[in-house]
């Protein structure tokens, strides 16, 4: 079975401070994927990265950036510079590659509050 | 292009009513998926299929769920009859082939009274 760990309920930062948003992952599989999705307070879930578990390179985006660590079965977000308008539940998830259905597999997400 | 499409956006009805929760996917993406968010449980896939064809539907929750695709542009979500703990927000996602991003729809936020 496939979990999804996002121990940070709520995380509150004053505006253009760094926060990292914490995941981790439990998976038998040797191959899966791994995403980011937001949801602003409009209730949409829009999607930021996918990372295919060969890919350890960390990856970087503008403000955002993701750091995968396999050994730790990590995939760790940190926005820069944090904005209000980055103020959002942020959502990690596992998607097993190749064969099977299971969709995604959320983590009850983290909500980040950004006060100016 | 236009994103994954739901409809209504808010339903309100009464315990016991059927509920039918719509969905069209964005243009040539094969495989289309139903999620439930509640405040309890989170986000939880329901069912998924694959070239309009129910491959998992272990995580629809009763009998009194169904869902179907007829076509590849369409699919529904059914509840009958429904009941209050039903109450949550349905997404639907579509993407373009397996393990590819799963573009969301804006959700129907579904309250059984």
């Known amino acids: 079975a496939q979990k999804v760990t996002q121990a940070q309920t709520e995380i509150s930062v004053v505006e253009k401070e760094d926060v990292t948003l914490d995941c981790v992952y439990e998976t038998r599989d040797t191959t899966y994927y791994l995403f980011w999705y937001k949801q602003p307070p409009s209730g949409e879930l829009v999607f930021l990265i996918r990372r295919n578990s060969f890919d350890e390179q960390n990856e970087i985006s503008g403000r955002y950036s993701w750091n995968f660590q396999k050994s730790t079965s990590s995939f760790n977000f940190t926005i820069t510079a944090s904005q209000v308008v980055d103020s959002a539940v942020y959502f990690c998830?596992?998607?097993?590659?190749?064969?099977?259905?299971?969709?995604?597999?959320f983590g009850k997400g983290t909500h980040l509050i950004i006060q100016p | 292009d236009a994103g994954v499409i739901q409809s209504p956006r808010h339903e309100v009805t009464e315990m016991g009513q059927e509920v039918t929760l719509r969905c069209k996917p964005i243009?040539?993406?094969?495989?289309l998926f139903w999620y439930r968010q509640t405040m309890m449980r989170g986000l939880e896939l329901l069912i998924y299929f694959n070239n309009n064809v129910p491959i998992d539907d272990s995580g629809m929750p009763e009998d009194r769920f169904s869902a179907k695709m007829p076509n590849a542009s369409f699919s529904t979500l059914k509840i009958q009859p429904s009941e209050p703990r039903d109450s949550a927000v349905y997404f639907c996602?579509?993407?373009?082939?397996?393990?590819?991003?799963?573009?969301f729809g804006d959700g129907t936020r579904l309250s059984i009274l």
């Open positions: 998830a596992l998607d097993r590659a190749g064969g099977g259905a299971d969709g995604l597999t």
């Open positions: 243009s040539g993406h094969n495989s």
């Open positions: 996602a579509s993407s373009s082939i397996r393990n590819q991003p799963q573009h």
